[in-house]
């Protein structure tokens, strides 16, 4: 989303009118688009036993069935703007539907994990695609108060596709197969194509847009490479030439890809990341806490649902259940939140609610052997992980994106979603690490303290380094 920044992209040079003709379709497009991919990402954790006991490949395939979605999402995310500004959102959209459609059959159907993690890819690529034009659709379309409540809207269908993912993901699962899971998102996509077809008017961004293409490899292999030497040093051994070679290749990308985002900004102005972005203390420090809070929070999610269904023996649905607290916490407070936060500035909530997390993170050290200890642990501990995420998301959120210029605002926004699912597939990537190769008791307990730490670690960074705005000095804004 480098140049789809949430302005009327339709008002600038070379876009086209406003969509005020298709406004109610625009936003069930983009709402139901949103809401698949949201689905699809939050389903697929309560079936990784079931595809572990069918496709084999233990804790390495379950890992990858994850950050193979995650690796090509969060690298991608960032260069689907760009696309969109060249090729327009409504096309860009439609591809993205057709290769999330055309890969949810693929994952339905695979016949070995490889084949699974190879269609999970190819989804996070369809997901990418999808998830930045379909909210630049409803800001080209919508403007004043009418924008706001759509943008409304979309936010409580995505995440109601959050809470509803791991219960619907359950019960398929259990009832009927973890194949249909990956049907259920592929069978409303073919309704949604016709429907995208039907708006009017297309949106494309300037003349110059362009893609940063050599940025946008460097992030994938950068990205990849390290994730999968994470993953399979636990099958391979960490001397492995596999290992070794995926981790050098992926950290010279990494290390490439700085001085090559700072050669395209002196020459076409035109980088997958706008470095000048991080001139602005709140994003630098903002960023830097959502590496460190999503990574743990990538962890717990999925170290705690595999736990409850491989060690504590429930069944798929009854875990969707169970991890639901979270979420519901996030939607019971998150607005109340926002305009605490809105009065009296970001930096303490950003604080309290990571230290808050941490604090429920280790109370599931108590979890034992015994299934009925998920009254007196996990569900108090995922209660107060809840309450800290719904402390700090709105605050970070406005602290990050209200420290960048509001026409970058959209490539802020890319950003701070990118370092989100890059930190949390990260965190999954290491799990083979902490959980010492299988989940069990002693696992949990590795995770939830690793977890506690990185919240911690989050808590410390805000309090120190976020500014809120009404003491915010010259330099620190700049």
């Not at 595809?51 to 950050?67: A, F, K, P, Y």
């Not at 689907?80 to 090729?87: E, I, K, R, V």
């Not at 990418?128 to 009418?146: D, K, Q």
């Not at 791991?166 to 019960?171: A, E, R």
């Given at each position: 989303?480098?140049?789809s920044a949430?302005?009327a992209?339709?008002?600038?040079?070379?876009?086209?009118a406003?969509l005020h003709?298709?406004?109610?379709l625009v936003?069930v497009?983009?709402?139901?688009a949103?809401?698949?991919?949201?689905?699809?990402?939050?389903?697929v954790?309560?079936?990784?036993p079931?595809?572990?006991?069918?496709?084999?490949g233990g804790?390495?395939?379950?890992?990858?069935?994850?950050?193979?979605?995650?690796?090509?999402?969060?690298?991608?995310?960032?260069?689907?703007?760009?696309?969109?500004?060249?090729?327009?959102?409504?096309r860009?959209i439609?591809?993205?539907?057709?290769?999330?459609?055309?890969a949810?059959?693929?994952c339905?159907?695979?016949?070995?994990?490889?084949?699974l993690v190879?269609?999970?890819?190819?989804?996070?690529?369809?997901?990418?695609?999808?998830?930045?034009?379909?909210?630049a659709?409803?800001?080209?379309?919508?403007r004043?108060?009418?924008?706001?409540?759509?943008?409304?809207?979309?936010?409580?269908?995505?995440?109601a596709?959050?809470?509803?993912?791991?219960?619907v993901?359950?019960l398929?699962?259990?009832?009927?197969?973890?194949?249909w899971?990956f049907?259920?998102?592929?069978?409303p996509?073919?309704?949604?194509?016709p429907l995208?077809r039907r708006?009017?008017s297309?949106?494309?961004?300037g003349?110059?847009?362009?893609?940063d293409v050599?940025?946008?490899?460097?992030?994938?292999?950068?990205?990849g490479g390290?994730?999968?030497?994470?993953?399979?040093?636990?099958r391979?051994g960490w001397?492995s030439?596999?290992?070794?070679g995926?981790?050098?290749?992926g950290?010279?990308?990494?290390g490439?890809?700085v001085?090559?985002?700072?050669r395209?900004?002196r020459?076409s102005?035109?980088?997958?990341?706008?470095l000048?972005?991080?001139r602005a203390?709140?994003f630098?420090?903002?960023?830097?806490?959502?590496?460190?809070i999503?990574?743990?929070l990538g962890?717990?999610?999925?170290v705690v649902?595999?736990?409850?269904?491989?060690v504590w023996?429930?069944?798929?649905?009854?875990a969707?259940?169970?991890t639901?607290p979270?979420?519901l916490?996030?939607l019971?407070?998150?607005?109340?939140?926002?305009?605490?936060?809105?009065r009296?500035?970001p930096?303490?909530?950003?604080?309290a609610?990571?230290?808050i997390?941490?604090?429920?993170?280790?109370?599931?050290?108590l979890a034992?052997?015994d299934?009925?200890?998920?009254?007196?642990?996990?569900?108090p501990?995922?209660?107060?992980?809840?309450?800290?995420?719904?402390?700090?998301?709105t605050?970070?959120?406005?602290a990050?994106?209200?420290s960048v210029p509001?026409?970058?605002a959209?490539?802020g926004?890319a950003?701070?979603?990118?370092?989100?699912r890059?930190?949390?597939l990260?965190?999954?990537?290491l799990?083979g690490?902490?959980?010492?190769?299988?989940?069990?008791?002693a696992?949990?307990h590795?995770a939830m303290v690793v977890?506690?730490v990185?919240?911690?670690?989050g808590?410390v960074?805000s309090?120190?380094?976020?500014?809120?705005?009404d003491?915010?000095?010259?330099d620190?804004?700049a």
């Amino acid at each position: 989303m480098t140049t789809s920044a949430p302005a009327a992209a339709a008002d600038r040079p070379g876009g086209t009118a406003p969509l005020h003709d298709d406004r109610r379709l625009v936003l069930v497009v983009a709402v139901l688009a949103s809401f698949v991919v949201g689905l699809d990402s939050s389903v697929v954790n309560v079936a990784l036993p079931a595809i572990r006991t069918e496709l084999g490949g233990g804790l390495v395939v379950q890992q990858w069935t994850v950050d193979a979605y995650l690796v090509t999402l969060g690298s991608l995310v960032l260069v689907a703007g760009s696309l969109s500004d060249l090729f327009g959102r409504v096309r860009i959209i439609t591809w993205g539907l057709v290769v999330f459609g055309v890969a949810s059959v693929l994952c339905a159907a695979a016949p070995s994990g490889e084949v699974l993690v190879v269609a999970r890819a190819v989804q996070g690529v369809g997901g990418a695609l999808v998830t930045p034009s379909a909210l630049a659709l409803i800001v080209a379309a919508y403007r004043g108060a009418a924008q706001a409540k759509a943008i409304g809207t979309w936010t409580a269908w995505s995440s109601a596709a959050m809470i509803l993912g791991p219960v619907v993901g359950g019960l398929v699962v259990d009832g009927i197969g973890w194949r249909w899971i990956f049907v259920l998102t592929a069978v409303p996509i073919v309704v949604m194509i016709p429907l995208v077809r039907r708006i009017g008017s297309e949106v494309r961004g300037g003349p110059h847009a362009r893609v940063d293409v050599v940025g946008a490899v460097l992030a994938v292999v950068g990205v990849g490479g390290v994730v999968l030497g994470l993953i399979e040093q636990e099958r391979l051994g960490w001397g492995s030439p596999v290992v070794v070679g995926a981790l050098v290749i992926g950290g010279v990308a990494l290390g490439a890809f700085v001085p090559w985002e700072l050669r395209v900004t002196r020459t076409s102005g035109a980088p997958l990341v706008p470095l000048g972005l991080f001139r602005a203390r709140n994003f630098t420090v903002g960023n830097l806490a959502t590496l460190s809070i999503y990574g743990a929070l990538g962890m717990v999610f999925f170290v705690v649902t595999l736990f409850l269904q491989e060690v504590w023996g429930f069944p798929a649905w009854v875990a969707g259940l169970a991890t639901l607290p979270p979420t519901l916490m996030l939607l019971a407070l998150s607005t109340t939140v926002g305009a605490l936060a809105g009065r009296f500035g970001p930096r303490w909530f950003m604080t309290a609610g990571p230290a808050i997390a941490a604090v429920g993170a280790l109370l599931m050290l108590l979890a034992g052997d015994d299934p009925a200890g998920y009254w007196w642990s996990v569900l108090p501990g995922l209660v107060l992980v809840g309450a800290g995420i719904a402390t700090m998301v709105t605050p970070l959120t406005s602290a990050v994106l209200g420290s960048v210029p509001q026409p970058q605002a959209g490539a802020g926004s890319a950003v701070n979603n990118a370092v989100a699912r890059i930190a949390g597939l990260v965190t999954v990537a290491l799990a083979g690490v902490v959980l010492g190769g299988e989940i069990g008791v002693a696992g949990l307990h590795r995770a939830m303290v690793v977890m506690a730490v990185l919240l911690l670690a989050g808590a410390v960074v805000s309090a120190v380094g976020i500014v809120d705005p009404d003491r915010r000095d010259s330099d620190s804004s700049a």
